[in-house]
């Protein structure tokens, strides 16, 4: 793909990136951090995974717009300091089919709109929105998961203090198999053991 497609695409592509991220930013700035955060992250373990550099810098997009549809949430549910009930927590759920709505007709050549679609998905078929297992969820979103998941347990919430690298790392390790491509946990502890994991705050 960089070979062969022109540098203009790639500069549009990153605009539209770009743009999505700062328009995040300015309604929702943990999100947009989150989201950065999340990128990053997803991209080491990709590469701790030795994957292509096609496929890391796919992810770098996807992480850097995953969260999006939370654009569409009520700030009072996005900000609550308390625990979300019931039709709250219905509600945030929504957030993945709505980011594919948006990203479904923009042209990426990474399956964007559909790993936002399903990193919420879990190996064991216990995920959302569509309850999908195994090898059925694509790969970029069994990455962007593990991404997704260490990296809210790292951070502070309206609601709760942050459980700790330590905490996350655990969670991805006991549920490798369960919840989370084994695959994917493995080359996440991995970078951990190796200080790879860099979820800094800038």
Known sequence: MFEQEPEELLRMLNGTVDAMASLCEKIDPYTAGHQRRVARLACDIAKKMGLSDEQV???????MVHDI??????????????????????????????AYDVLKNLEFPWPVA?????????????????????????????????????????????????????????EIESNSGVLYDPVVADACTKLSSNGGIKLDWE
């Open 114 to 170: 559909r790993t936002v679609l399903q990193h919420h998905e879990r190996v064991d078929g216990s995920g959302y929105p569509n309850n999908l297992a195994g090898e059925d969820i694509i790969l970029e979103a069994r990455i962007l998961c593990v991404a997704d998941v260490v990296e809210s347990m790292v951070s502070h919430r309206p609601y709760r203090r942050a459980p700790g690298l330590e905490k996350a790392l655990e």
């Open 57 to 63: 810098y796919g992810l770098r997009v996807i992480g």
């Open 69 to 98: 549809g939370k654009m569409a949430l009520p700030d009072e549910v996005l900000s609550k300091r308390g625990e979300l009930n019931a039709e709250e927590l219905s509600l945030v759920k929504t957030h993945p089919q709505v």
